[in-house]
């Protein structure tokens, strides 16, 4: 008899390897890369610049997909990704990432974001993870480096937000339009803390363990504030800014942070993460909606932006299987069912492939947004369905 797991499993898999991956394997330049950016109608943008965050997440995904499923046209793919990342994004002569380049590969943005830095580590890590290329570990090496080099805040602990192309200061470092101009953000170290786990599981050297524990405690004792949402902005000696709470954000950093404190194989370190990730993952879920969906936010002035977002409903879905496994928190396989329900009835294109951005409060979907872009990326949605086959 066919049990909810295993219609979840199967549903589940089926999006992966009949509607998000196929969408983006006709993005293939074949001249090298992937294009920039197709628009909610489908239509595709080949002379779009291509950002960075964009083409790194591509790396990943085809990778981790392949570790998982072992389809060889998805370690092509990968390394058709890794090779113009390579050869366009790196900064060959300082060091680093770019954040945007053109559909040539002509430098446009050349300011070092952490943000960049992170996903470039994390996809090229997890890379070799699955195929043995040394070349990716090699990079992702490298490019720790430079994060701990240029980035690292010596005296107050944790990470600058963004440097200039040689690594001198820079007066906006600000992530994107959506976020404000601070010298440490939650979102950059959230993920150079995923990068780092991705990393020490295929390199454990001692420097980075250290690096890792420290953004550990960051986490749990600085950007996690008392009531267990998470404090988004920082000036550089950790005064909060005012900022609005991320749901998605918080469900997210919940089981991400209890993932790194697992690659570090430390049974005390775990105990110390694991109230901090459950307190973490149930603020998160305040910002549930009656249809099993997560809002997106809740600005400063207390009003709320119930527009749900296509990387919020897939991390809720992950963050509540983590809360059902890893803390026996019993609703949390409900509510990830629930999430799962209201993403392929509303934010799945059955038709043209991959999901949309978002569904407006209104139920409408957000047509202003694009399918693919500079942050319209297969990481969440494969991530998710990763997670969902190998949690269960």
């Known amino acids: 008899m066919e049990t909810k797991t ?52 591509l790396i990943w995904s085809f990778a981790a997909a392949y570790g998982a499923l072992q389809n060889t046209e998805y370690l092509v793919a990968a390394m058709h990704a890794r090779d113009w990342f390579l050869d366009h994004f790196c900064d060959h002569k300082n060091g680093g990432v770019y954040w945007s380049v053109t559909a040539e590969g002509e430098r446009l943005d050349t300011k070092k974001q952490l943000y960049a830095q992170g996903f470039a580590i994390y996809a ?43 690594f001198s200061p820079l007066e906006d470092m600000s992530l994107s339009a959506h976020d404000i101009n601070a010298d440490k953000t939650m979102n950059s170290h959230l993920h150079i803390l995923e990068a780092y786990s991705n990393l020490y599981q295929v390199w454990p050297d001692e420097g980075l363990k250290a690096a890792l524990e ?9 950007i996690m504030g008392p009531d267990g949402h998470l404090q988004l902005y920082f000036k550089k000696d950790w005064t909060v800014l005012p900022g609005a709470v991320s749901y998605g954000h918080d469900i997210e950093t919940s089981w991400l942070l209890l993932e790194a404190a697992f690659a570090l194989r430390d049974a005390d370190l775990v105990n110390r993460v694991r109230p901090w990730a459950a307190r973490i993952g149930q603020a998160g879920n305040e910002g549930l909606l ?35 496994k890893y803390h026996a928190e019993a609703r949390g396989w409900d509510r990830a069912l629930g999430a799962w329900s209201y993403i392929k009835d509303h934010l799945v294109d ?30 969440h949605n494969t991530r998710m369905c990763l997670q969902v086959l190998s949690v269960l």
Request: aromatic fraction near 14%.
């Open 214 to 222: 420290a953004l550990l405690e960051i986490m749990g004792t600085r």
């Open 290 to 324: 009656p249809d099993g969906s997560l809002r997106y936010e809740k600005l400063p002035d207390g009003h709320c932006d119930d527009s749900r977002q296509w990387w919020v409903q897939a991390e809720t879905v992950v963050g509540n299987l983590w809360l059902w």
């Open 350 to 379: 059955p038709l043209s492939g991959e999901w949309w951005w978002a569904i407006l409060p209104d139920g409408s979907r957000d047509a202003s947004q694009p399918k693919a872009g500079f942050w319209k990326c297969p990481y």
């Open 6 to 57: 295993d219609l979840f499993l199967m549903e589940v898999r089926d999006n992966l390897t009949s509607n998000i991956l196929p969408f983006w394997l006709k993005l293939k330049d074949p001249r090298g890369g992937f294009y920039g950016e197709v628009s909610a109608d489908g239509s595709v943008f080949y002379d779009a610049p291509r950002g960075v965050i964009l083409n790194a997440r």
């Open 124 to 166: 090229l890590a997890e890379l070799y993870r699955v195929s043995g290329d040394e070349e990716s570990l090699k990079n992702a090496i490298n490019l720790y480096r430079v994060v701990e080099t240029y980035f690292k805040d010596t005296v107050n602990g944790g990470y600058i937000e963004a440097l200039a192309r040689d």
